[in-house]
């Protein structure tokens, strides 16, 4: 209750920026993202015990150089003989984030890059084994915050998420947006819960292989793809089914 009241004044806050002063923190974010995109992983790997240092570098990376922000925010107009429309982007208010073990820092910041870019407050409820590496970029995003001259915190988590306090945060009347990145089940939870939500849950693709590809690099992509960080990204290719003529 008190990281989403806190989540709440910093959306308070959030809103009432410019999309340029938005951007600014998210320029932050960019930035210290990528100069301690190192430290994350490490921190990562040694709490969940999942994962490769350098994979995980990458991912941070990532994060860092590709998640949209106040680009994505643009207000459209639509004339003709009845009059004007003006097409406003406006944010949902405090965000619920529920993140997972296998990305959990990258998820926090992306997360945070994009519901910062709209105006809203976040807060984060963590999964439980990534408690420590999650809770470091929260901090992170409320110091590019202040760096660039927003408000002392404006992502929230706390020191031991749990499915309780998850569940208090999927009722509570402050959250307006649900987002959920997990399992199938916490995915199931959020988008049953009544409020609007987004859930991203397992995708485990497989692969087809027929005699229209390039073999040797059909075969260096996949290796590449499913060995990524221990195959633990959901979006990692998980089986192979190869035609008889190229097996």
């Known amino acids: 209750n008190e990281a989403i009241i806190a989540a709440s004044a910093g959306y308070k806050a959030v809103r009432a920026m410019s999309v340029e002063q938005r951007e600014k923190i998210i320029t932050e974010i960019r930035r210290l993202t990528r100069e301690e995109a190192h430290t994350m992983a490490e921190i990562c790997v040694k709490e969940t015990g999942m994962g490769r240092v350098d994979h995980k570098t990458a991912k941070h990376i990532l994060v860092a150089d590709k998640t949209p922000g106040t680009e994505d925010i643009v207000s459209n107009a639509k004339t003709g003989d009845n009059g004007l429309t003006l097409i406003e982007m406006a944010p949902f208010g405090v965000v ?17 890059i994009g519901m910062i870019a709209a105006g809203n407050g976040v807060v984060f409820n963590p999964h ?105 990204p959901c979006i990692a290719e998980k089986e192979v089914f190869a035609f008889d003529n190229i097996a």
């Not at 296998?102 to 992306?110: F, M």
């Not at 404006?154 to 009722?171: F, H, N």
């Open 96 to 112: 619920g984030a529920i993140t997972p073990s296998t990305n959990p820092s990258e998820t926090v910041i992306c997360n945070s």
């Open 128 to 232: 439980p084994n990534a408690i420590s590496v999650s809770n470091y970029a929260v901090d992170l995003v409320n110091r590019a915050c202040r760096l660039a001259g927003g408000p002392d915190v404006l992502v929230c988590s706390m020191d031991k998420p749990t499915m309780e306090s998850a569940k208090i945060m999927q009722t509570h009347p402050l959250i307006r947006l649900l987002v959920c990145t997990g399992g199938p089940g916490v995915v199931k939870a959020v988008l049953t819960s009544g409020k609007k939500a987004i859930g991203a849950g397992a995708g485990n693709p497989p692969v087809i292989v027929d005699d229209t590809a390039d073999i040797r690099k059909a075969g260096k992509d996949i290796i590449d793809g499913c060995t990524f960080d221990n195959n633990l």
